[in-house]
């Protein structure tokens, strides 16, 4: 069992920037792959970014891709989404995953989830 919370959510300007942290307790971190998800209004779930164990080969959506980072630290078992230059269709609620397995966990076939971070954005 992995528990996950994620924390850095909020309201920012278009263009503006974010942190997202997700904090995972319970079995060992290094043995997970992590990964970030959101989910807007009305729509489905949708893959955003993951990072192997080791913290190598990150993997990136499109909307993702030149503004986005994931990075993850395995001392304090944390994953970190940096967002910069957000924009309004970026707003969803995000969602932190663990899976031993990259490929499900690019599937969104994970068991594992935290609760969910609002991250809205303004235009």
């Known amino acids: 069992q992995v528990q996950l919370r994620e924390t850095g959510g909020g309201l920012v300007q278009a263009g503006g920037s974010l942190r997202l942290s997700c904090v995972a307790s319970?079995?060992?971190?290094?043995?997970?792959?992590m990964g970030w998800f959101r989910q807007a209004p009305g729509k489905e779930r949708e893959f955003v970014a993951t990072i192997s164990r080791g913290g190598g080969r990150p993997y990136y959506a499109d909307s993702a891709k030149g503004r986005f980072t994931i990075s993850r630290n395995n001392d304090n078992n944390t994953v970190y989404l940096q967002m910069n230059s957000l924009k309004p269709e970026d707003t969803a609620v995000y969602y932190c995953s663990a899976d031993p397995s990259t490929t499900r966990l690019q599937l969104g076939a994970s068991d594992y989830w935290g609760q969910g971070t609002q991250v809205t954005v303004s235009s």
């Open positions: 319970g079995r060992t971190f290094s043995s997970y792959a």
